[in-house]
């Protein structure tokens, strides 16, 4: 067969075959092509059709069916109908139609059995209702026994936790009542605030039994006299006038603490529905209204002398930080667009403040956490260094009134002050007294015998913040008291030493009589000491020579005109116009306390190193020294002029 003649037969197959598709017949039948086998598969056989097969093949091994999911019907034919959940008629029957309004308590109830009892009917302990809340202990909170308390409650609550049982049940066989057991817990709770707030806290000291009380309210005691008040009749609640006569007002002096405890009362009572909640709110408006009228301890007032930087009123060198933690806290800013009225404020504000410019730069220094003493590092951040960060005006005031405080608590200490509000004298022996300065001795050892000490009444950082008229005091006490010694022939020398003015000492001139042949060769000794003593380069001469400037024409007015108050100095004075001084520039190689003179005065006087060292204190009481003295000093007293 050639290749034309076998497509051709193809042809005719197929065409056949298509006829047979046209008129239904063949499905299921199985067409060989020259060894290809093909299935044809038809519509769905008709119930006849299919019972005839399958009596003339009934085993067939060949014989395909479809797959259980492909025989179920289309989801388009299924109707769906929604039908309502039938209700089970036992609970519909065993359901109340009517409200219901018995009490509920909750799983976490901590009176959960207190209130179980009262719904079910049971009555409270009579213990209970007769006790009243009140009462002494002869204990305080936080003595010996506490302790041993706190143990005893805590193994109340283990043993409830361990065992399942109520906590009251367990305390009942612990403490025997309910009363101990609710002061210790009252006492645990002040031993924690205690602890929480520090040593400034001030609380109770003994069980006031509120919890005790408050355990009876939640049980529904409502007969305690104290808090409720006595149970009247009809008769005696009718009305009736009393002839009584009105109570005198009483001022109460109510601090914050005690109207904060008054407010935590109340609010207590407000969330717990509390029946006394009226009465302790109309405790908290009359002790608020007392509050408002009573001064207030606490408050500092601060002037413009206290603090130039809170005077002026706005100031221009600042500007405010426009974020919300800047309006929060009211940071500010500096501000680089100045006026020249600004500027001008400024600086009269910050003239010579302790510190100034260099302060301010070593502190910019100090929080720069990657700061290199090098002139490289210094050139790149010139800038950062050089910037200002000014103080919010809460930083000034707050700064303010630490200082303010810290002076307040170095007058009540200090030895040489007079002290008005209490009418106290100063601790040290006053020898004479005038109208601004007065003249007593100095602590012991004295360094040479018959020493004395030139101190003004005010208390002053140093001598050159004192005024004219003290001064006028101060140079008569010098002239007076260099009579005395030359009377005695001895030679005398004077000397401030002001080197530590943040300490806020109480500024005093020291008297120490010499020999005539060391008050000569004074001079030399203090000039060697202090050019060996400080920094070996300084930005200050190391000596000031106001006996020279005095000579030259400044007269007594030398030492107050050539050194500056801000400044930390020392200055010995040989005659009463002027001497040596010196500027101190490095506080800490400076000898402390009053060791720098001690150290040369008791080196000229050939004293043992125990007596220069040594630096005593004032002591209240008669000094033994002080009736010899004032024998010695009376002949030239300048003060008794002013008594007489």
């Not at 119930?47 to 179920?72: H, I, Y």
């Not at 005690?258 to 717990?272: E, G, H, I, V």
């Amino acid at each position: 067969m050639t290749l034309d003649e076998f497509e051709k037969s193809l042809l005719e197959k197929k065409q056949a075959r298509d006829a047979e598709y046209e008129t239904g017949k063949g499905y299921g039948d199985a067409h060989k092509c020259e060894g290809v086998h093909e299935w044809v598969e038809r519509g769905v056989a008709t119930t006849n059709e299919s019972a005839v097969k399958s009596q003339d093949r009934p085993d067939a091994p060949g014989e395909l069916k479809r797959d259980a999911w492909m025989e179920d019907p289309s989801a388009i034919s299924i109707d769906y109908i929604h039908r309502p959940i039938k209700e089970d008629p036992k609970l519909t029957n065993t359901t109340s139609s009517k409200a219901d309004f018995g009490l509920k308590i909750h799983d976490n109830e901590l009176n959960k059995h207190h209130l179980q009892d009262l719904a079910d009917g049971k009555d409270v302990s009579d213990d209970v209702i007769q006790e009243p809340a009140p009462h002494t202990v002869d204990y305080v909170f936080g003595d010996s026994g506490s302790q041993w308390r706190m143990t005893k409650l805590k193994a109340v609550h283990r043993r409830a936790k361990e065992s399942g049982a109520d906590v009251d049940d367990v305390a009942i066989e612990h403490y025997g009542d309910l009363r101990s057991f609710d002061d210790a817990r009252e006492e645990e709770t002040e031993l924690e605030r205690r602890e929480t707030y520090g040593d400034g806290y001030v609380g109770k000291e003994k069980p006031s039994g509120e919890l005790f009380q408050q355990r009876k309210l939640e049980m529904g005691v409502r007969n305690d006299k104290k808090y409720f008040g006595p149970f009247e009749t009809e008769e005696q609640a009718q009305p009736r006038v009393i002839d009584t006569e009105p109570a005198p007002q009483t001022t109460k002096l109510i601090d914050q603490t005690t109207l904060n405890r008054l407010k935590a009362q109340m609010m207590k009572a407000r969330l717990k529905g509390s029946s006394d909640a009226s009465r302790l709110e109309a405790e908290y408006n009359e002790a608020l209204g007392f509050f408002a009228g009573s001064p207030k301890p606490g408050t500092v007032v601060l002037g413009a002398m206290d603090n130039r930087m809170l005077a002026g009123g706005q100031r221009g060198e600042v500007k405010a930080v426009d974020t919300k933690r800047g309006r929060d806290q009211g940071l500010v800013e500096e501000n680089e667009d100045m006026s020249i009225e600004d500027m001008v404020r400024e600086e009269r504000r910050t003239r010579n403040q302790l510190g100034g410019d260099g302060q301010r730069f070593a502190e910019r220094i100090a929080k720069d956490a990657k700061f290199d003493n090098d002139l490289e590092y210094m050139d790149e951040n010139a800038t950062k260094l050089a910037k200002r960060v000014p103080k919010s005006d809460i930083n000034l005031k707050n700064t303010a009134i630490s200082d303010f405080q810290k002076m307040n608590r170095v007058l009540d200490n200090c030895a040489l002050c007079h002290h008005e509000d209490s009418n106290t004298p100063p601790i040290a022996p006053v020898v004479s007294l005038a109208t601004r300065v007065y003249l007593t001795l100095p602590t012991e050892p004295e360094i040479s015998e018959g020493s004395a000490s030139i101190i003004p009444i005010q208390h002053r950082g140093n001598l050159l913040e004192c005024d004219d008229d003290e001064w006028e005091e101060i140079r008569n006490f010098m002239k007076s008291l260099t009579r005395m010694y030359h009377d005695q022939g001895r030679d005398v020398v004077f000397y401030e030493n002001a080197a530590a003015p943040q300490r806020k000492k109480h500024a005093g001139m020291e008297v120490v009589p010499l020999p005539y042949s060391l008050g000569e060769t004074a001079p030399a000794f203090f000039r060697e000491a202090i050019l060996t003593s400080d920094e070996e380069w300084t930005q200050h001469k190391k000596l000031i020579d106001t006996l020279a400037k005095a000579k030259q024409g400044l007269g007594k007015l030398a030492f107050r005109r050539t050194l500056a108050k801000e400044m930390p100095y020392f200055h010995v004075w040989f005659e009463i116009d002027g001497g040596l001084g010196h500027i101190v520039e490095d506080a800490n190689r400076w000898p402390k306390g009053d060791l720098f003179a001690r150290e040369i005065i008791g080196g000229m006087l050939n004293r043992p190193p125990d007596i220069i060292k040594r630096q005593g204190r004032w002591h209240p009481g008669d000094d033994h020294r002080l009736e010899s003295f004032r024998k010695r000093w009376r002949k030239f007293d300048w003060t008794r002029v002013l008594t007489n």
